[in-house]
C-alpha cells in the first residue's frame, strides 16, 4: 500500500524568506502524480503544485517550486519570497495514475508566517 | 470556485442520529469522491462512485453509505453517529475514473456530532 509521510507537523518561516516542506511517500508503482495542497483556515483544499511521476523536471508554480526525487522518494516543496497569505496546512498527496484515482494525504504541516 | 457544491456547510448532530450530505460536481463530471478530515485519522479516502456505480471503497464505516444519483450528485448517509464521527467532509469531482484525471474539491461540510 502506498504511505505518504511529512515529518514536519508544524514550521515557521520569515515574511519575504524562503521555507521548504519536506514530504517521503513509499510505492510500488511507476506511474504516479504528487500532489502539495493547501489548506487555508477556511478549509478549501487548493492544489498547489502537481508532479507527473514520469518527469524529471521539477514542477513550478510561481513562488512554490518542489524537489522531486524519485529514486529516493521524496517531494519536497519550496515557497519562495513567503507572504501572510501563504500561512496554512499544507498536504503533500500521492495518486495512482494506474489506479481508480484515490488520493493518499500526508498528515500536513502547519506552516506560520511571521511578519 | 472549483465548480463543486457540497450542502450544507455545517451540521450539528446528537450521537445516534442520521445525517444525509449532498454534493453537487463539477457540470460534465462523471466521477465523485467522498474523503473525510479528521484530528484522528487525518484526511482519508472513503468512497469512489462513476456515473452512478460504485467504483472504490477505502476506510469507509459499515454504519456510512453513499450512492450518485442519475444527475450525477451524490449523497453520503452517515447513520448511528458517534462523537468520532465530528469531521469535515469533502467531496471531490473529477472528468473521468482513473489517477490521470483531476480532482476538485468542494468546500466541504464540517459535521459535529454533540
Known amino acids: 500500500a502506498q504511505t505518504v509521510t511529512q515529518s514536519q507537523p508544524e514550521m515557521s518561516v520569515q515574511e519575504a524568506e524562503t521555507v521548504t516542506l519536506s514530504c517521503t511517500y513509499d510505492t510500488s508503482e511507476s506511474d504516479y502524480y504528487l500532489f502539495w495542497y493547501k489548506q487555508p483556515p477556511s478549509r478549501q483544499m487548493i492544489l498547489v503544485i502537481r508532479?507527473?511521476?514520469?518527469?524529471?523536471q521539477n514542477a513550478t508554480e510561481n513562488r512554490f517550486s518542489v524537489n522531486f526525487q524519485k529514486a529516493a522518494k521524496s517531494f519536497s516543496l519550496k515557497i519562495s519570497d513567503s507572504q501572510l497569505g501563504d500561512a496554512a496546512m499544507y498536504f503533500c498527496a500521492y495518486r495512482s495514475a494506474e489506479a481508480l484515482g484515490k488520493i493518499i494525504f500526508g498528515k500536513g504541516t502547519r506552516l506560520h508566517i511571521l511578519p | 470556485d472549483s465548480g463543486v457544491t457540497q450542502t450544507p456547510k455545517h451540521l450539528i448532530t446528537a450521537t445516534g442520529q442520521r445525517v444525509t450530505l449532498r454534493c453537487s460536481p463539477r457540470?460534465?463530471?462523471?466521477?465523485v469522491y467522498w474523503y473525510q478530515q479528521s484530528l484522528d485519522q487525518g484526511l482519508q479516502f472513503l468512497i469512489q462512485y462513476y456515473n452512478g456505480e460504485e467504483r472504490a471503497k477505502g476506510n469507509i464505516l459499515e454504519r456510512f453509505s453513499a450512492q450518485q444519483f442519475p444527475d450525477l450528485h451524490s449523497e453520503l448517509n452517515l447513520s448511528s453517529l458517534e462523537l468520532g464521527d465530528s469531521a469535515l467532509y469533502f467531496c471531490a469531482s473529477s472528468v473521468g475514473i482513473g489517477g490521470n484525471y483531476e480532482q476538485y474539491f468542494g468546500p466541504g461540510t464540517r459535521l459535529t456530532v454533540t
Open positions: 508532479q507527473e511521476a514520469y518527469k524529471q
Open positions: 457540470s460534465g463530471d462523471l466521477s
